[in-house]
């Protein structure tokens, strides 16, 4: 179909896939998604397949601040918010803000940390600010949280609980490379230099508008019906303990427009919700405790197949 409108970000998109993250384009489109739509990803995988190589390529070809946080059993809240010090030669305490406070932050492990300072981590995506002895301190803006979690069975894993994980607006994994370039990355080496040298290819001032132009997406009243109509599905299946909440519904909405904006539509298509209903809502569903055979995912493609899709 045709482009309505021109989309300054698709051609960052492309040019990252083609050039620098190849074999990676499911989990760099969900996260250009995450951040045109203000929220949050989660990439499930195992440690080595390129996660952090993706936060930095982002944050350099979008000229964007980078955190980082690596997740250990004894990492303290105020070693991601900040913390106030004393300083002699005033006489008072000042802020020393901690990676929280980029525009991009990696926060690697994530459950390897003590639930209290999960808690604290995600109050601070949620909020868009943090609050040290009672002064809150705005985020910057973008702010997008990339976090990953090993697989559960890992030694050394606190599971984020279901609250936590609603509030990441996207879980996917990364997958593996092609084999050919797989080849080609063990005979020639990883790319972690180039990274740290791109050049951005998008002013701040043209990504903000971005996101601001992605808000004005049309979602017609035929796509509200089916997006609810998914929902409903999730509460009444007999197979689900509770399905997709509002929050949830209203975070497909958000994905639906950022996911038409990148193909350079002004309207949401059927499809939109489709391909991204399974990121978007398999990880808030709770499967009964005789249904754990089951995965999430297969549960909710059943119930995209089941729901007739609106003609558009």
Same mark, same amino acid.
């Given at each position: 179909?045709?482009?309505?409108?021109?989309?300054? /970000?698709?051609?960052?998109?492309?040019?990252?896939?083609?050039?620098?993250?190849?074999?990676?384009?499911?989990?760099?489109?969900?996260?250009?998604?995450?951040?045109?739509?203000?929220?949050?990803?989660?990439? *499930?995988?195992?440690?080595? $397949?390129?996660?952090?190589?993706?936060?930095?390529?982002?944050?350099?070809?979008?000229?964007?601040?980078?955190?980082?946080?690596?997740?250990?059993?004894?990492?303290?809240?105020?070693? @991601?918010?900040?913390?106030?010090?004393?300083d002699?030669?005033?006489?008072?305490?000042?802020?020393?803000?901690?990676?929280?406070?980029?525009? /991009?932050?990696?926060?690697?492990?994530?459950?390897?940390?003590?639930?209290?300072?999960?808690?604290?981590?995600?109050?601070?995506? *949620? *909020?868009?600010?943090?609050?040290v002895?009672?002064?809150?301190?705005?985020?910057?803006?973008?702010?997008?949280?990339?976090?990953? #979690?090993?697989?559960?069975? #890992?030694?050394g894993?606190?599971?984020?609980?279901?609250? #936590? $994980?609603?509030?990441?607006?996207?879980?996917?994994? @990364?997958?593996?490379?092609?084999?050919?370039? *797989?080849?080609? @990355?063990?005979?020639?080496?990883?790319?972690?230099?180039?990274?740290?040298?791109?050049?951005?290819?998008?002013?701040?001032?043209? $990504?903000?508008?971005?996101?601001?132009?992605?808000?004005?997406?049309?979602?017609?009243?035929?796509?509200?019906?089916? /997006?609810?109509q998914?929902?409903?599905?999730?509460?009444?299946?007999?197979? $689900?303990?509770?399905?997709?909440?509002?929050?949830?519904?209203?975070?497909?909405?958000?994905?639906?427009?950022?996911?038409?904006?990148?193909?350079?539509?002004?309207?949401?298509?059927?499809?939109? @919700?489709?391909?991204?209903?399974i990121?978007?809502?398999?990880?808030?569903?709770?499967?009964?405790?005789?249904?754990?055979?089951?995965?999430?995912?297969?549960?909710? #493609?059943?119930i995209?197949?089941?729901?007739?899709?609106?003609?558009?």
């Amino acid at each position: 179909m045709p482009r309505d409108h021109s989309c300054p /970000i698709r051609p960052v998109l492309d040019a990252l896939d083609r050039d620098i993250l190849q074999g990676k384009e499911k989990a760099l489109r969900l996260s250009f998604i995450a951040l045109l739509a203000g929220g949050h990803i989660l990439l *499930e995988d195992l440690p080595g $397949l390129g996660k952090t190589t993706l936060a930095l390529a982002l944050a350099g070809v979008l000229g964007l601040s980078f955190g980082r946080v690596q997740c250990t059993s004894d990492l303290l809240p105020s070693d @991601i918010t900040g913390l106030s010090v004393y300083d002699r030669d005033t006489g008072s305490f000042r802020f020393v803000p901690g990676p929280i406070f980029s525009h /991009i932050l990696l926060i690697d492990e994530i459950n390897r940390a003590m639930p209290k300072t999960q808690s604290a981590m995600l109050e601070a995506m *949620e *909020e868009r600010r943090v609050t040290v002895e009672g002064t809150g301190h705005p985020l910057p803006d973008p702010f997008l949280v990339i976090a990953t #979690q090993n697989p559960a069975e #890992q030694v050394g894993t606190f599971p984020l609980p279901e609250s #936590q $994980l609603d509030r990441f607006l996207l879980v996917t994994d @990364i997958g593996y490379p092609p084999q050919d370039l *797989e080849k080609d @990355i063990i005979r020639n080496g990883g790319i972690h230099d180039r990274i740290r040298d791109l050049e951005p290819l998008l002013a701040h001032e043209a $990504l903000l508008e971005a996101r601001r132009a992605v808000r004005r997406i049309h979602l017609g009243e035929r796509l509200v019906d089916y /997006i609810y109509q998914l929902v409903s599905e999730t509460r009444d299946h007999p197979c $689900l303990i509770c399905g997709l909440s509002t929050r949830g519904a209203l975070n497909l909405a958000y994905a639906a427009r950022a996911s038409a904006y990148l193909e350079g539509r002004d309207f949401v298509l059927p499809e939109d @919700i489709q391909q991204l209903a399974i990121p978007v809502g398999a990880h808030r569903l709770m499967l009964r405790a005789e249904q754990e055979a089951l995965s999430k995912t297969e549960v909710l #493609q059943s119930i995209l197949d089941s729901v007739p899709v609106p003609r558009v």
